[in-house]
């Protein structure tokens, strides 16, 4: 049987043409689609809507919600729903959907390119392909599909500037790969939501991040306090550590904490889970209140937080929410 699938575009690379002022998105879903192999048809019945026709530089809060209302109001029409989007923001934006779009019943699944589908050595055709079988799949949840692997959405870290793997499955296995033999689902890699779906849009972009470097001056924290900013992500070195030696940072947490902010605290390192006990470095940003972000990727910390802190404002539910996994982010 054909699945139904709804083609989303929203540019990037994948859909650009050469433009005097260089590289911006021109196709749309109907040039994507008419570059597939011909035979397509016969495997998907597909629909084509373009939603937006962007670099991803410019997808911001707004975007997310255009995208997540389209994909939200297709999800009982649809059995699966492909998102082209350009590959810069794509990590951002599929964690961010994993959290709007929570409980979905279809899969959907972003996807680009690093060369636009027009040029004769595009990994665009090759990507959208891995899309559509894993739209096809009947797997619920917000994938990264890319270079024959498909990453768990708020997983998914672009790495590399244009080499074809360009994206990475941080912390978690993939959640499907494709070989000789076809699509393979490892469906014990990918969390399911107990609750029904809804479209949880609500977001707050009064979220910074702050990549810690040696000497940082704690004056930046009274800068974002002035400047309304209700949240703030702390890459930190290592597995947690945080400068108190005569630019004491911690003493400005406690004030981010009175003054109603939330911080959450993650490590510079791509790898492996933050541990802010382990040093007295991280021990006294811990005692000021800051909330942990363990294993969890800079874009999934930046981007759940936003949709939290759109959420609510009680700072009792920001922690329990930050604190624990709802779509597979932290182990
Ligand atoms: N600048 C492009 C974008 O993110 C890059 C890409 O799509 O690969 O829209």
Redesign the pocket.
């Known amino acids: 049987m054909r699945r139904r699938i709804l083609l989303l575009t929203t540019?990037?690379?994948?859909a650009?043409l050469p433009t005097e002022a260089g590289?911006a998105?021109g196709m749309g879903g109907a040039e994507l689609a008419g570059l597939l192999p011909p035979d397509m048809g016969e495997h998907y019945d597909l629909t084509v809507r373009d939603i937006l026709h962007?670099?991803?530089?410019n997808?911001q809060p707004e975007e997310w919600q255009t995208i997540a209302r389209c994909v939200f109001e297709a999800r009982e029409a649809y059995d699966g729903v492909v998102v082209t989007?350009?590959?810069?923001?794509?990590a951002y934006t599929a964690s961010v959907l994993s959290f709007m779009l929570l409980g979905v019943p279809i899969p959907v699944v972003l996807t680009?390119?690093?060369l636009p589908m027009t040029h004769p050595l595009s990994d665009g055709p090759e990507n959208l392909r891995t899309a559509l079988a894993m739209a096809a799949s009947g797997t619920a949840g917000v994938f990264l599909a890319f270079d024959r692997k498909v990453i768990l959405g708020c997983r998914a870290v672009k790495t590399r500037t244009t080499d074809f793997d360009?994206f990475e499955s941080v912390n978690w296995p993939l959640a499907a790969t494709v070989d000789g033999k076809g699509l393979h689902v490892r469906l014990e890699v990918i969390p399911s939501w107990p609750g029904p779906c809804a479209l949880r849009d609500k977001l707050c972009p009064k979220v910074f991040l702050i990549k810690l470097t040696p000497g940082l001056d704690p004056e930046i924290f009274d800068m974002l306090l002035q400047m309304h900013y209700r949240g703030i992500v702390i890459e930190a070195f290592g597995a947690g550590g945080l400068h108190f030696v005569r630019r004491d940072l911690t003493a400005k947490l406690q004030a981010a904490a009175r003054a109603g902010i939330t911080v959450v605290v993650c490590s510079q390192c791509l790898y492996e889970p933050s541990d802010f006990s382990l040093y007295e470095v991280g021990q006294k940003a811990l005692a000021q209140g800051v909330i942990p972000g363990r294993d969890m990727t800079t874009e999934a910390a930046v981007t759940k937080l936003m949709w939290v802190l759109g959420q609510t404002g009680d700072p009792a539910v920001i922690r329990d929410y930050m604190e624990r996994s709802l779509a597979g982010e932290m182990a």
């Open positions: 540019g990037g690379t994948i650009s590289l998105p962007l670099d991803s530089s997808i989007h350009g590959t810069d923001t794509m680009g390119a690093q360009a």
